[in-house]
């Protein structure tokens, strides 16, 4: 219990001094090859011990074929795919949460979407949940730190893409992170 709440309150202090720093322009992007495999693969290690209601399963699907290699800051974007897969194993009571990525944009950038199969967010919180320690509904269970989701979006713009959201009440939702197949090109 107590090695939790350390490890949730140093989670918080990072989390705001990167918003911070992202926030104030002073985030560094530093960009490399990586395979995208590489990155789900990561994913799935990260995520794996990470707590969930019983029964409820994580998959993440094997990176499609024709994806070569992303130019991008790995780090930001663990932290992105972490945030978000983190945020839907919290909210999913039963069922499962899949991560699984695509090419879009002709090419151009990489959409990483997590669906899952959790409570769902109302209409009215859609926007709402990208503000630092804003949640969704009533969700005053104590249950993270209200910064994952606007950190995810902040790095996700700094690595030229969005995060965007889809739920319905009830049946789940869908996150949507875009970044760039190759930060920094024209």
Known sequence: MIDRTAQEA?????EQLQLARTEAGHAVVDASDVALEEVLGALRGMMAPVPRAPGVELVVEP???DVPALRTDPGKLAQILRNLVANALRHTERGEVRVAARLVDDG???A??????????PADDLERIFQPFERAGDSEDGRGTGLGLPLA?????????????ESEPGVGSTFTATVAARYGAT
């Open 63 to 65: 990176a499609p074929a």
């Open 112 to 121: 990483f979407t997590v669906r899952d199969t959790g409570a769902g967010i």
């Open 153 to 165: 979006r902040k790095l996700a713009d700094l690595l030229g893409g969005t995060v965007d959201v």
């Open 10 to 14: 140093l989670e918080l202090v990072n």
């Open 108 to 110: 151009t950038r990489v």
